[in-house]
């Protein structure tokens, strides 16, 4: 069956510390990866993208991981803030490229001042 | 821009009752999504459309759920009859088909079907 696994419901950092989130996908070969960040009462709102052929991609204090052999990817935040603290989601695209993407169940990132 | 606009914010209905919940997605933007959100499932497609037709709408729970994009700027989900299991936020998202399909979500409709 389709199934993407999001770690742990929740996970608690010191601040200052790298959060590391992990999502594993069955049963898929998607064609992009995408993860997103949740705040209560709010929707979700685009991070990052990586691509079936990229290994690894940056942006500021975030930095996600892509392996298709393993069907994971691995999302950390360096020197993590309170502000970070949220519900992280990933999100595939199963379409093969046509953008029908479905989501992980989500971690919630409580980083403790 | 405005972003994606989704209408009403909260809604509380008697069950049997018609829902009819609203998307206006982000100008320029071909492809529009609905998805529901529960603690219990987490966040589940139901339908997209492509330049406002249906593409796929394998997520739709049942015959009681219906989608239409009578144009590129406006979306409708209805629930009829609803049911207290249909409670849940009802997200709406809308993405450029030439990129690499960023969703812009709107902020959700709560609905609570009683």
């Known amino acids: 069956s389709q199934k993407i696994e999001q770690n742990s419901e929740a996970l608690n950092i010191q601040e200052g510390k790298t959060a590391t989130l992990t999502c594993n996908y069955t049963n898929y070969s998607p064609a992009y990866l995408q993860w997103y960040r949740q705040d209560p009462g709010r929707g979700p709102v685009f991070l990052l993208l990586?691509?079936?052929?990229?290994k690894e991609k940056r942006k500021e204090r975030l930095k996600v991981t892509f392996d298709t052999t393993l069907k994971q990817s691995l999302f950390h935040i360096t020197a993590s803030q309170p502000a970070d603290s949220a519900t992280y989601l990933c999100a595939l695209d199963i379409g093969g490229g046509t953008y029908k993407y479905i989501f992980g169940t989500g971690t919630r990132l409580k980083v403790l001042a | 821009d405005a972003g994606v606009i989704q209408s009403p914010r909260h809604e509380v209905t008697e069950m049997g009752q018609e829902v009819t919940l609203r998307c206006k997605p982000i100008?320029?933007?071909?492809?529009l999504f609905w998805y529901r959100q529960t603690m219990m499932r987490g966040l589940e497609l139901l339908i997209y459309?492509?330049?406002?037709?249906?593409?796929?709408d394998s997520g739709m729970p049942e015959d009681r759920f219906s989608a239409k994009m009578p144009n590129a700027s406006f979306s409708t989900l209805k629930i009829q009859p609803s049911e207290p299991r249909d409670s849940a936020v009802y997200f709406c998202?809308?993405?450029?088909?030439?990129?690499?399909?960023?969703?812009?979500f709107g902020e959700g409709s709560r609905l609570t079907v009683l």
């Open positions: 100008s320029g933007h071909d492809y």
């Open positions: 990586i691509r079936e052929n990229e």
């Open positions: 459309f492509n330049n406002n037709v249906p593409i796929d």
């Open positions: 998202a809308s993405t450029r088909g030439l990129d690499t399909g960023e969703l812009f």
